[in-house]
């Protein structure tokens, strides 16, 4: 069990198995933004040079790079999400923003977004 402070839930990540990767997609398209050294770790780990890795993975909104999604039955999904096991392909080396779900200043101020989508949080 995780606990962070300052938060009104805790995240058990057990859950995680049955929920193949519910935070990973939505309805709508997402930004999963990606800093220079998370750039060269994952190209690194997929043994790409960094620009053929930009090329197929990212894409530049408002000059932040962004990871890519991908129209899956309807709804969009990131790049990096197994379509067979629901888990992450890049897992060891997925970006700062993968790391710190669910503890997102976001779901501080809405925590009913989240209890809505993760069914690893539950109210302390
Ligand atoms: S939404 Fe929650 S339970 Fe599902 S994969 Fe993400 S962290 Fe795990
Ligand atoms: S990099 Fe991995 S953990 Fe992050 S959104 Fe993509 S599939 Fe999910």
Not at 2 to 16: D, K, Q, R
Not at 58 to 76: A, P, T
Not at 79 to 106: A, I, N
Not at 112 to 124: H, R
């Amino acid at each position: 069990m995780t606990l962070n402070n300052g938060f009104e839930f805790v995240f058990e990540p057990g859950a995680c198995e049955e929920c193949k990767g519910k935070c990973c997609k939505g309805e709508k398209r997402s930004y999963l933004w990606i800093n220079e050294d998370e750039t060269e770790a994952l190209s690194r780990y997929l043994n790409m040079n960094i620009d053929d890795f930009k090329k197929q993975y990212l894409y530049l909104f408002e000059k932040r790079w962004s990871v890519k999604d991908i129209k899956v039955n309807g709804m969009y999904q990131c790049v990096f999400l197994s379509g067979e096991t629901g888990k992450c392909e890049v897992y060891d080396v997925r970006p700062k923003q993968c790391r710190t779900y669910p503890f997102w200043k976001r779901f501080k101020k809405y925590p009913k977004e989240l209890f809505d989508e993760c069914i690893a949080v539950k109210k302390k």
